[in-house]
DNA sequence: CTTCATGCAAAAGATTTGCAAGTTC
DNA sequence: GAACTTGCAAATCTTTTGCATGAAG
């Protein structure tokens, strides 16, 4: 299920070196390594993760940069949110691939994606109606998944 | 712009007593001051903003109370997460009024609704599919307003 | 050599938990 | 009376910030 590793093409770090110099801001051997490291991960992770993973692969970046550059990320198109989940925000690469939501199974946690090109499209009509440029969104289901809905289902308090 | 007291309803009281035994919980001043309270809210709030609503109600339950009663209170039925702003999650009082997403701008933090029919059917569907049984759902698009489009825009790293 | 970025440690902010005392059943 | 709840204070966990040092332009 683990996918080979897809190193950062050199019209990648291009681009991503354009966009630290159009912000007025300097590259460093920690953002280029927050590139690479970055673009070889896959699924979701939170930041803690991302830096288990990255120091894995012997990347040295500190949580505290990770952190700061979070949103040179996402702007540089590199990162994205994926959904909230509990205490952390997770993350995930954005690639080409089509944007994906999430069922989420409150009661053993499951996460389920799905794509739908209605909802990309309404999506798109409602910000041209409102006058918003959209850079992301998060869309998430919350519910229980057909096993657990058979489980017992108990509520908890604490 | 604020609306008048909606105060719970014999038969909404009912129902959430109900709901209590059912789960085997126990029916306290407290969870019913909370049903109240949060009846009269309006609008989007933090756990920390009801809280502070409460007191000045002087329906007097803490903070921690209010916490330890979250999760109850959204299987109940009687409040819903709104989306999560930053640091905290806001909720929202779930009324018969129908489900609305949220346009946010990452620049002034504006949060525009919205409600699209169509999006709405298609999540049913995609559950449906999936054999989700969805209590909720959270959809956001993130991006920025006409306004701040205009406005020179700068790029913070910190 | 000036300004920005990093890492460390400490701070901050939201949520959770341990515990003793009070309530519900 | 036993089990559940509450409020307080302390603990946790994620994210942010202050500061001194080091690197980029």
Same mark, same amino acid.
């Given at each position: 299920?683990?996918?080979?590793?897809? *190193?950062?093409?050199?019209?990648?770090? @291009? &681009?991503?070196?354009?966009? $630290?110099?159009?912000?007025?801001?300097? !590259?460093?051997?920690? &953002?280029?390594?927050? !590139?690479?490291?970055?673009?070889?991960?896959?699924?979701?992770? +939170?930041?803690?993760?991302?830096?288990?993973?990255?120091?894995?692969?012997?990347?040295?970046?500190?949580?505290?940069?990770?952190? &700061?550059? !979070? +949103?040179?990320?996402?702007?540089?198109?590199? #990162?994205?949110? +994926?959904?909230?989940?509990? &205490?952390?925000? #997770?993350?995930?690469? /954005? +690639?080409?691939? *089509?944007?994906?939501?999430?069922?989420?199974?409150?009661?053993?946690?499951?996460?389920? @994606?799905? %794509?739908?090109?209605?909802? @990309? /499209?309404?999506?798109?009509? $409602?910000?041209?109606? /409102?006058?918003?440029? $959209?850079?992301?969104?998060?869309?998430?289901?919350?519910? %229980?998944?057909?096993?657990?809905?058979?489980?017992?289902?108990?509520?908890?308090?604490?």
């Amino acid at each position: 299920m683990i996918k080979p590793d897809k *190193p950062t093409t050199h019209a990648e770090r @291009e &681009r991503f070196q354009k966009f $630290i110099k159009k912000m007025g801001l300097r !590259l460093t051997r920690e &953002r280029m390594d927050l !590139l690479d490291g970055i673009k070889k991960q896959t699924g979701h992770f +939170s930041v803690d993760e991302l830096v288990q993973r990255l120091k894995e692969r012997r990347y040295r970046v500190s949580r505290d940069t990770v952190y &700061r550059n !979070l +949103s040179l990320l996402m702007e540089a198109g590199v #990162l994205q949110t +994926s959904y909230k989940s509990g &205490r952390d925000t #997770l993350y995930e690469v /954005k +690639s080409g691939r *089509p944007h994906h939501d999430h069922l989420f199974c409150r009661h053993c946690g499951r996460v389920v @994606e799905f %794509v739908d090109k209605r909802i @990309e /499209k309404a999506q798109q009509a $409602i910000a041209r109606k /409102k006058g918003f440029k $959209i850079e992301s969104h998060s869309h998430q289901l919350v519910g %229980v998944c057909q096993k657990c809905q058979k489980t017992n289902r108990q509520f908890m308090n604490r």
